[in-house]
């Protein structure tokens, strides 16, 4: 079944964001793809597509490392009815994550939905789980991160082959280091 994991591998995950606004909400975005990519989702798809923001976060993976990539999604529903594995909604309105969250560690390969401004209705019901961070509206940001790190924990370090900077952690300061001569760290 493409839905179970095997061995105890860590599920795959992928990330749908719709209702993305080129121009009005690059930043938000952004943050939405930059979280995807650090709780280790490999990729994000995009409804309306943007090739600037999928570019700019290109290049982030690029200095940091890892496969992740912004693709487009033209028909977002035919992505989600297409998807071999579960399909999770994220929204206020869902079942608590802390009732989900036992189901969801035992899923193979995930594509996590989050909104934007106004979500279509049709979702509700193409996806397999409506899942709530807290029965109050906050962020598409937050929520993911939240549930990714709830249901995932966080992304193994292999997640970001070649990168060309790596931070090492500080209880104080802070230490990158360049892994590649070409790149300085900042
Ligand atoms: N009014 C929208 C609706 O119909 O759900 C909410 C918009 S909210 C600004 C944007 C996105 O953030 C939502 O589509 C959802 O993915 C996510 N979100 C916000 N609050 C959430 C919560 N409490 N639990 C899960 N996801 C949430």
């Known amino acids: 079944m493409p839905g179970r994991p095997r061995n105890g591998a860590r599920p795959r ?8 606004r080129p121009g009005r909400d690059p930043r938000l975005t952004t ?11 490999e990729r994000m798809y995009l409804h309306p597509p943007d090739p600037s923001l999928a570019h700019r976060i290109a290049s982030v993976a690029r200095r940091w490392g ?21 399909v999770v909604h994220l929204t206020m309105y869902g079942e608590p994550l802390d009732r989900a969250v036992s189901r969801l560690r035992g899923l193979g390969s995930v594509l996590v939905v989050v909104g934007g ?10 996806a397999d789980f409506n ?43 802070k230490r990158v280091i360049a892994l590649d001569a070409a790149e300085s760290p900042s």
């Open 13 to 20: 995950l992928t990330v749908l964001r719709i209702g993305h």
């Open 31 to 41: 943050h939405v793809a930059l979280t995807a990519r650090a709780f280790g989702a």
């Open 66 to 86: 890892g496969g992740f990539q912004v693709l487009p999604a033209d028909d977002w529903r035919r992505l989600v009815r297409d998807h071999r594995g579960h």
């Open 117 to 126: 401004a106004k979500v279509p209705p049709a979702l509700f019901e193409l």
């Open 131 to 173: 899942v709530a961070v807290g029965a109050q509206p906050h962020s598409e940001v937050a929520a993911l991160a939240v549930f990714a790190d709830r249901v995932f924990g966080p992304a193994p370090i292999a997640r970001f082959r070649h990168a060309r900077r790596r931070i090492v952690p500080q209880p104080h300061g």
